[in-house]
């Protein structure tokens, strides 16, 4: 008999003792809005998982074929494409989609496979951004408009078979939502906006995200599969161990909360300066003077940042100053609608290797009233030796976090082939995300 039907618990409705953090957020300052006190839970059982689905090269083609290309993902900003001609590679496992600009309207933006109509050759290169009023290729120099029309085909008199009407560039769908470009290569794909599920809505209750810019962005190669990568920013159960030591003021981590909405769409809300009630270093009256102290913190974070922003902040909820709260939706797109960690995370395969995945990673703070978005900062490219910390504006603490959060993931790559158990054992309800990411997966790749 397992634990939960010892205490006539049904799978997933055990929790961990002292409060929830519903509890702690109905009890902070200000009134956090309706999406962030919504629970939304059910258990979602399945088999355990096959390690092999995280290197098998099999199973990672099907991925590609039936997944990468069958489904929405974010791959820009707009504001990395404010001006017509300006363009934005995205690739993804063997993909490459060019992103253009060739309008003034705000959705004037069209989407191509990045590979020439002549011989193949990618029109831009990989993970580039450029501006150019065409198109040119820069093998034999075909050349097209900004809207996919042919501009010029030199020594045409020798291809009688090129129509322009044949030899447009072949469009990617495009969607918009919160100033992020999406793209999906399946001209019969459901709608983005059916794609996002809740997002739009509990995003209209939080800092609009399209009223955001771009501070940081790095991108980091990591030594696993995207779903190993992606998976271990989905759980707050591992922060005891890996982050053990590294938040002085309390970490709601063993009562986070879990969400999921759809397919797509999961979350989790993880409080900060409330300790979680088997946090290690916490004595009886630290916890006793803990919701004070998150009160204080909040305020003084609705101090700093409101004058930093030239915003006032006076409303916001103590949560959005402080917590970890964090959406996912399937397959490549992490969001944090808070004030103080409002991070986005990007996972993708890398080229064709599973044991390889691209990690962006990316802060966006609140504009000004008024204010026009800045142009983006540079991506900075980190090595596998380079730490976070070099990053310019990188939060020195968060730098130490992301450390500890990618240490880890060489060594499950590897221990995924080295294991006699073959399986991994999750946790009914903080690792629920993890399983719902494979059972979205498991709609779109099929035996
Ligand atoms: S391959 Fe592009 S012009 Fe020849
Ligand atoms: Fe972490």
């Not at 759980?235 to 890996?242: G, M, P």
Request: net charge negative; with cysteine; glycine share 6%.
């Amino acid at each position: 008999m397992n634990v939960e039907s010892q205490k006539g618990l049904k799978p997933g409705e055990a929790r961990a003792p002292g409060p929830s953090t519903k509890d702690i957020i109905l009890q902070d300052t200000n009134k956090a809005p309706d999406a962030l006190v919504t629970e939304n839970f059910t258990y979602n059982a399945r088999e355990d998982i096959a390690y092999e689905r995280y290197y098998d090269p099999a199973f990672f083609q099907k991925e590609v074929e039936q997944l990468w290309s069958k489904v929405w993902q974010w791959a820009c900003r707009l504001e990395h494409i404010p001006e017509v001609g300006d363009n934005y590679v995205y690739d993804v496992g063997p993909y490459s989609i060019l992103i253009v600009r060739h309008g003034e309207g705000p959705e004037d933006i069209k989407a191509y496979h990045n590979s020439c109509l002549h011989r193949g050759t990618q029109l831009k290169p990989s993970d580039s951004q450029s501006h150019s009023a065409k198109l040119r290729c820069p093998f034999h120099g075909w050349e097209w408009n900004l809207d996919g029309t042919v501009s010029e085909i030199p020594c045409r008199w020798d291809f009688p078979k090129v129509t322009d009407e044949e030899f447009k560039l072949p469009e990617v769908k495009v969607g918009f939502w919160g100033g992020f470009v999406f793209i999906n290569m399946d001209p019969d794909s459901i709608s983005l906006e059916e794609h996002l599920e809740v997002l739009p809505d509990h995003f209209s209750q939080f800092f609009p995200l399209d009223r955001r810019y771009i501070e940081v962005h790095l991108r980091r190669e990591l030594p696993c599969n995207w779903k190993a990568a992606a998976e271990a920013f989905i759980e707050a159960y591992h922060v005891r161990e890996t982050h053990n030591g590294a938040d002085p003021v309390g970490n709601g981590c063993t009562n986070a909360q879990y969400d999921v909405f759809g397919d797509n769409v999961t979350r989790f809300v993880h409080t900060i300066g409330y300790p979680s009630p088997n946090w290690p270093n916490e004595t009886a009256e630290d916890i006793a003077n803990s919701m004070e102290e998150r009160i204080k913190a909040a305020q003084a974070n609705r101090e700093t940042l409101g004058e930093k922003y030239d915003l006032d902040l006076s409303g916001y909820s103590d949560s959005e100053m402080l917590d970890s709260i964090e959406y996912f939706c399937f397959p490549n797109m992490f969001l944090f609608p808070g004030i103080t960690l409002p991070m986005i995370y990007r996972f993708r395969p890398n080229g064709m290797d599973p044991d390889s995945s691209l990690f962006d990673l990316l802060f966006l703070r609140p504009l000004k009233e008024g204010e026009e978005h800045p142009e983006p900062p540079e991506v900075v490219r980190l090595g596998p030796e380079e730490v976070y910390a070099t990053v310019p504006n990188m939060d020195p603490g968060l730098a130490i976090v992301y450390e500890q959060d990618t240490s880890n993931l060489e060594a499950q790559q590897r221990g995924f082939k080295a294991g006699a158990k073959r399986v991994q054992t999750l946790a009914n309800y903080q690792e629920s995300r993890v399983r719902q990411v494979h059972i979205t997966l498991d709609k779109y790749v099929k035996d």
